[in-house]
């Protein structure tokens, strides 16, 4: 199966973004990269907006994953976690985003620019395509627990 990734970043993360958009467009594993931007410096749109629009394409089934850049990644991850059913996380090394899709079925990675550098950031986009969780594991039905609690929220 291939995946549909949405992208997006603010100004702070944009260089970032662009160059993994680059990476997913020539991944083979990759069906779609649709970028809900920032596409120029210039466009000074608060990260929580674009955050949301990308969390919302994931919710919506238009895309599987989301791929998110801001300064720290934190501020991407906390917009997008208030989208019901969206499950979002930064994180920086290997271990951290396997275990966001293989024990937490993340949809969403934030990374930031002002943390990670851009050869490592590629490193742990290429791991992160190849992870899929397992919905029969153990680890299925705690985040159950997450989607009982959403749907008794909302
Ligand atoms: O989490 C937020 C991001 O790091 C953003 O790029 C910078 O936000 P700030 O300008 O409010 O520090």
Not at 13 to 24: F, I, M, N, R, V
Not at 35 to 49: C, E, L, M, Q, R
Request: charged share 25%; glycine share 8%.
């Amino acid at each position: 199966m291939t995946l549909r990734i949405v992208v997006g970043a603010d100004e702070a993360g944009l260089a970032l973004k662009d160059s993994l958009a680059e990476l997913l467009r020539a991944d083979d594993r990759v069906s779609v990269v649709d970028d809900v931007g920032v596409h120029d410096a210039a466009d000074h749109t608060a990260y929580p907006n674009v955050a949301l629009d990308a969390a919302q394409a994931v919710a919506a089934g238009r895309a599987d994953r989301a791929l998110l850049v801001c300064g720290t990644g934190i501020g991407m991850a906390v917009a997008a976690n208030k989208v019901t059913g969206v499950r979002a996380t930064v994180a920086h090394d290997s271990y951290s985003v396997e275990r966001s899709v293989l024990s937490n079925n993340c949809q969403v990675l934030a990374l930031g620019a002002r943390v990670v550098g851009p050869e490592l950031a590629k490193h742990l986009v290429h791991e992160w395509l190849g992870l899929t969780f397992d919905e029969s594991s153990a680890s299925a039905e705690k985040v159950e627990v997450i989607s009982r609690y959403e749907a008794a929220d909302t």
